[in-house]
């Protein structure tokens, strides 16, 4: 036995194992998924008028949709999101997440921005506001969409008062306002201001859109220099969120070429600020190309993640320890080693899930499923090693010889084996969404680390320690050899009987 390849082996997989440690001890974790450190669960939903794309078309904006928001969400600073189709709804895991409130109004938020001429402009106290063809105390979504090209009414912000059964929704302003002369497509950037009287979004345009620009708001000014009315009206999600006038300074044909400032309301100076930053987030990130509605939203206690995560935790230290015991108790020293080489796999695989958090990788409760289920089936490899050791002893070898024909018997079943459970788990991670995935990759990596170890680790040390001396027959508890004249006779009878 050439001990030099098998001593190079052992050391390689004890380096990479002292690696893993100490990455672990340094602090590294892995990054817990929604079920396991709480946080927001969404399902959104697609709102459908009457002239429904074709489903090709539709695949296209929905993949779209799901980008839009994942840029939104990475600009909140939100760990690992996770963001993917399930059917027709758009299914949002955001792992850690508390602020609610802030990211159902940043995530669901359409925000497509237009920029229209007013006409007129209707206060609640005008002569003619009620007869005007909007309602702006119904809710947005009831009202009917301005198309791009058509002449109509438009609202203001509403004013809303009182809590529960008891609120009353006052409507704002109503605008009549030309077809679009710019949309928020050709935004190139936005960004918060801080002014003295508050904050504004600041946004800036592309070199078509600067001209758009330039052209509205130099015909507006030419409106103002021949007294009429010269507004501008800034409509994001069908409300027309402020109507600035024209500065004296904004000369008649040539308008402005700095882009547009839009107001953040009413509220205290904390509450602009967030709701500049909030609308420079959606502009600067796009337009969602579909109107979502959120059919559930949900806050998941860390609590119940923490005691999932104790729950997992515990199942998979009792399955260790009755497992450790038992094959201390049936293999003694080969026991022992079992046990070794399902450290070394724990090291490895939580590296190794440490690692992986940096390119995404979340693990959820079904992740710890699956890492139990691979202490099940490192453990399998070693007892498989074991028992062809001892099959190979009882056919009269010597412990030597024993060691190498029985590894070379066991490495071919359990690569049979771990082939099929990988090409099981590869399947169900191609076609499965949310954490049945994770147990999937899971699953798949602990067979990759079950055939690394037992050929890097279990192999050596048992084949050094036979070797060495340190194995006997007594302390494998093998059967005694099996005289070569009863084999054959044994042989000769199974061939018979068949």
Not at 23 to 28: D, P, V
Not at 219 to 233: F, I, K, N, S, Y
Not at 279 to 307: C, H, K, N
Request: hydrophobic share 50%.
């Amino acid at each position: 036995m050439n001990r030099r390849p098998l001593v190079v082996r052992l050391v390689a997989v004890l380096v990479v194992t002292l690696a893993g440690a100490v990455l672990l001890a340094s602090g590294a974790r892995p990054l817990l998924g929604l079920d396991l450190q709480g946080g927001i669960s969404a399902v959104y939903v697609p709102v459908l008028g009457e002239d429904v794309p074709p489903e090709a078309e539709f695949e296209e904006v929905l993949d779209r949709t799901i980008e839009v928001i994942r840029a939104r969400v990475d600009s909140l600073g939100v760990a690992e999101p996770d963001i993917a189709r399930s059917g027709t709804d758009v299914v949002v895991q955001l792992p850690g997440a508390t602020d609610a409130e802030r990211l159902r109004a940043v995530i669901g938020r359409t925000a497509q921005l237009e920029f229209r001429p007013v006409f007129d402009v209707l206060d609640p106290s005008s002569p003619g506001y009620a007869e005007a063809e909007v309602d702006c105390a119904v809710p947005i979504a009831e009202r009917t969409p301005l198309a791009d090209e058509d002449v109509g009414f438009l609202c203001g912000p509403t004013t809303v008062l009182g809590e529960g059964e008891e609120v009353l929704t006052i409507g704002g302003a109503k605008y009549l306002v030309g077809a679009v002369a710019l949309t928020g497509e050709r935004i190139e950037d936005a960004f918060p201001v801080e002014q003295s009287g508050g904050f504004t979004t600041s946004v800036a345009f592309d070199a078509e859109g600067d001209a758009a620009f330039a052209a509205i708001t130099g015909q507006l000014a030419c409106l103002r220099d021949a007294g009429q009315t010269a507004l501008l009206a800034i409509v994001l999600d069908g409300v027309v969120e402020s109507a600035p006038s024209m500065n004296p300074d904004v000369v008649c044909g040539i308008g402005l070429t700095d882009g547009a400032v839009i107001t953040s309301g009413a509220g205290d100076r904390e509450a602009q600020q967030q709701a500049a930053s909030d609308l420079a987030l959606v502009l600067r990130t796009g337009a969602l190309p579909i109107t979502l509605e959120a059919s559930t939203f949900e806050q998941v206690s860390a609590t119940l993640g923490a005691d999932s995560l104790r729950a997992g935790l515990t199942a998979g230290l009792i399955g260790l320890v009755l497992v450790g015991v038992w094959l201390f108790l049936a293999y003694r020293w080969l026991g022992v080693v079992t046990l070794a080489s399902l450290l070394v796999f724990g090291v490895l695989v939580v590296a190794a899930i440490t690692v992986l958090a940096g390119v995404g990788f979340a693990l959820t409760l079904a992740g710890v499923a699956g890492v139990i289920v691979a202490i099940g089936i490192t453990a399998d490899s070693s007892i498989l090693y074991v028992e062809r050791i001892r099959d190979e002893l009882a056919a009269g070898r010597s412990l030597r010889s024993a060691a190498v024909k029985g590894y070379e018997s066991a490495f071919r079943t359990n690569l049979a084996g771990n082939t099929v459970t990988f090409a099981a788990a590869a399947v169900l991670y191609a076609l499965a969404v949310g954490p049945v995935r994770g147990f999937a990759l899971m699953l798949g990596m602990a067979t990759l680390l079950d055939l690394l170890i037992l050929a890097t680790f279990t192999r050596p040390v048992v084949q050094l320690m036979a070797a060495s001396g340190l194995l006997t027959r007594e302390r494998l508890r093998a059967p005694a050899p099996v005289p070569a004249a009863a084999r054959e006779r044994a042989a000769t009878t199974d061939g018979g009987d068949a």
